[in-house]
Structure formats: structure tokens, C-alpha cells
């Protein structure tokens, strides 16, 4: 199956992450990627590894990667394969303990074409991973989204803040803390997703228009397997699996929650005038 090779690949590039870490490598920079963010060594190898598995394994398949960017490997490409080598590579670099490596297989050229993801914690060695159709699992036991109807009050809502969306997430926490919510700002979107799925935190919110195909989409699909709810539009409005798509999400562990952070979302937004949000989407 797709997955065990995803697996696979993802537990070997942990441990040539790993690796390097513990040699202090952490931190060497190595050039640019295709996705334009600094490539540090860590994801040249982790990249690297995961291409030599899925050419022994798949043979033909096509990559969207961060660092090689797109590239269709033989002929007949069954599956598209979508890596980040390292998710929260800024975390990894200043041996902050939580980083990822992130790998999806589709069979098409959208989200809702995603057949199998795998996000895999490097430092603690924690696997979450998703089958479409199937369900959502940590360390091979099934997980879900934590049952509750609660809104924001007293709720745990992660927050992307990258310095790109300037001082729009801001204006976010400080909606969320009128309501009683908590705020928790971890780095890496698989890894926070995955820790919702598993009902360790209730929201994320990743809303500025900056959000990239390959830190998301394995994530996704486990957050859909665990029954997160999700709202996820594109600056291209086709949510394409493409390097150059960026993309606007909200999960939530229920409607309610989700429908609360929407409206938090327009009510702040909605204070300034539309030019200061050049990837500003209406939802």
C-alpha cells in the first residue's frame, strides 16, 4: 500500500534528521529551495531520501516538494507525492523540539485527491498518518478529534504567525482571548493539525493567504480522518496541490468551534480597509 511506503520514507528521513542534529548540523544552510525559504541540510538529505524510497519503491510518480520543487519522475505517474522534508525547519534549527517530516500521496491535483498522508514528529519519534476512507492513526492506534460542542471559551486554538501576515494574526489571538480562549503559537502546521487530530489541542487557524500545499497536505487529511472540521479555500479558489498555491484553512474539533473562529476571523479582519490584505479571502 501507499502508505507503507510513506511510512517508510518518513521514518528514514527522521533518522538522517536526527542524525544530523545530534552532529550539530542542524543549522547549515545550503541554498534556496524551490519554494524560495532557505534549504538547510537537514531537508537537502531528508528530501533526498524520501526521492531514493519512492524511486525503489513507486519507480514512476511525480514530487511537490519544497526543495526540488515539481518533477515527474518516469512516465506514467500513478501518484503525485507531496513533501516537506522538514516542517518547522526554523524550529529544528534552534533545536526547538518540534519539527516534522511531512509526505502525501494524491491521485489527482487537488486536496480532495489526497489518498494517504503521513506527518512523523522527528524529535519525540511520534507517527501520525491517514488512509482516505479509512481513518486517522498515531503510533497504529486510531484517533479523533476530541468530543466536545464547546465554542472558543476555555478551548485550546493554535495560530500560525509568520512574519508575512505582518500583524494580521495578532489582531486574531486578541479576538480569541476576548472569548476565553487559549493561544498557542508551536511553528509547524503538520505538526499542530496532527496534534488536533489527536485531540491534544481544539483549533488551528492558518488564515493570512501564505499557507503552502506542502505544509499542509498530509496534515489535512489526517485532520479529515480524525472528523476535524475544515474550511480550506485558495488565493486560486481550486485548492490545488501545486507549489505555487497558497491557501487559507481553519480546523476545528466541531462546528461550532469553526463557526465561532469565522466569525472572530471577519469581525477582526473587517476593522481595516481591504488594501492592507493583499491575500485577504471572504469567507
Same mark, same amino acid.
Given at each position: 500500500m501507499?502508505i507503507?511506503i510513506l511510512?517508510e ?6 533518522k538522517? =534528521?536526527?542524525?544530523?542534529?545530534e552532529e ?5 544552510? $545550503? @541554498?534556496?529551495?524551490?519554494? &524560495?525559504d ?7 538529505? *531528508? ?6 524510497i ?5 519507480g514512476?510518480f511525480?514530487?511537490? !516538494?519544497?526543495e526540488?520543487?515539481e518533477?515527474v ?12 522534508p522538514?516542517? &518547522? ?11 516534522? $517530516?511531512s509526505?502525501a500521496? +494524491?491521485?489527482?491535483?487537488t ?8 506527518v512523523?514528529?522527528v524529535p ?10 479509512? &481513518? /486517522?492513526?498515531?503510533? @497504529?492506534s ?9 465554542? =472558543? ?10 512574519s ?7 489582531l486574531?489571538?486578541?479576538?480569541i ?9 508551536l511553528g /509547524?502546521? !503538520?505538526?499542530e ?5 489527536a485531540? *491534544? ?16 497536505a498530509? /496534515?489535512?487529511?489526517? +485532520?479529515?480522518? +480524525? @472528523? ?9 479558489? !481550486?485548492n490545488l496541490?501545486?507549489l ?6 481553519i $480546523?476545528?474539533?466541531n ?11 471577519k469581525?477582526?479582519? @473587517?476593522?481595516?480597509?481591504?488594501r492592507?490584505?493583499a ?5
Amino acid at each position: 500500500m501507499i502508505i507503507d511506503i510513506l511510512r517508510e520514507a518518513a521514518l528514514e528521513a527522521s533518522k538522517v =534528521v536526527t542524525e544530523l542534529e545530534e552532529e550539530g548540523k542542524g543549522n547549515i544552510a $545550503v @541554498g534556496r529551495g524551490s519554494g &524560495g525559504d532557505v534549504t538547510l541540510l537537514i531537508d537537502k538529505v *531528508a528530501e533526498e531520501t524520501i526521492i531514493e524510497i519512492l524511486r525503489q519503491e513507486l519507480g514512476d510518480f511525480k514530487v511537490i !516538494s519544497e526543495e526540488l520543487g515539481e518533477k515527474v519522475f518516469g512516465r506514467e505517474p500513478r501518484y503525485t507525492i507531496i513533501i516537506d522534508p522538514v516542517d &518547522g525547519s526554523n524550529n529544528a534549527k534552534r533545536d526547538i523540539p518540534l519539527y516534522s $517530516v511531512s509526505i502525501a500521496a +494524491a491521485q489527482g491535483n487537488t486536496f480532495d485527491d489526497l489518498v494517504a498522508g503521513v506527518v512523523r514528529l522527528v524529535p519525540l519519534g511520534r507517527e501520525y498518518y491517514a488512509i482516505k476512507g479509512q &481513518g /486517522a492513526y498515531m503510533d @497504529g492506534s486510531k484517533i479523533e478529534v476530541k468530543p466536545s460542542d464547546n465554542g =472558543v471559551s476555555k478551548s485550546i486554538i493554535s495560530i500560525n504567525f509568520p512574519s508575512k501576515a505582518y500583524f494580521i494574526p495578532s489582531l486574531i489571538v486578541h479576538g480569541i482571548a476576548l472569548r476565553g480562549g487559549v493561544v498557542r503559537v508551536l511553528g /509547524a502546521v !503538520s505538526v499542530e493539525v496532527a496534534l488536533l487530530a489527536a485531540g *491534544a489541542i481544539d483549533g488551528y487557524i492558518d488564515a493570512w493567504g501564505t499557507l503552502r500545499t506542502v505544509d499542509y497536505a498530509a /496534515a489535512y487529511l489526517i +485532520a479529515k480522518e +480524525a @472528523g476535524a472540521k475544515i474550511l480550506l479555500s485558495s488565493l486560486s479558489s !481550486s485548492n490545488l496541490l501545486s507549489l505555487k498555491e497558497r491557501l487559507v484553512t481553519i $480546523v476545528s474539533r466541531n462546528s461550532r468551534l469553526l463557526n465561532e473562529l469565522i466569525e472572530i476571523y471577519k469581525e477582526c479582519i @473587517g476593522i481595516y480597509p481591504r488594501r492592507y490584505f493583499a491575500n485577504f479571502i471572504n469567507l
